[in-house]
């Protein structure tokens, strides 16, 4: 499956993006989804997680409330809507495949798309 992330920009604080990943070569549905995030010079870190119907979502505290993420398989496409958004979201942002037991670590998903830039202003 490859994935290319989209939706990134420059928006002020307080201001809302909605990011998305589409797949292709194979369907979404058969797939756990995660958003991650990573700023230069640090490590890659975990922003969300949707299970494979939508049903269970899983946030870290620092975006908690803010954003949300969503699916919808028919259109082969996960997505991260993005609100209430603070200079400290600034990062590139990656979807990727969950393969292993984990939710929030990075070494558990694969098949990573070339990330969108997110840079929010103060």
């Known amino acids: 499956v490859q994935l290319q992330a989209s939706g990134g920009g420059l928006v002020q604080a307080g201001g809302s993006l909605r990011l998305s990943c589409a797949a292709s070569g194979r369907s979404l549905s058969s797939y756990e989804m995660g958003w991650f995030r990573q700023v230069p010079g640090k490590e890659r870190e975990f922003v969300a997680a949707i299970s494979l119907t939508g049903i269970r979502k899983y946030y870290s505290d620092s975006v908690k409330g803010r954003f949300t993420i969503s699916r919808d398989n028919a259109k082969n496409t996960v997505y991260l809507q993005m609100n209430s958004l603070k200079p400290e979201d600034t990062a590139v942002y990656y979807c990727?495949?969950?393969?292993?037991?984990?939710?929030?670590?990075?070494?558990?998903?694969?098949?990573w798309g070339q990330g969108t830039e997110v840079t929010v202003s103060s």
């Open positions: 990727a495949v969950r393969v292993s037991s984990s939710y929030y670590d990075v070494g558990a998903y694969d098949y």
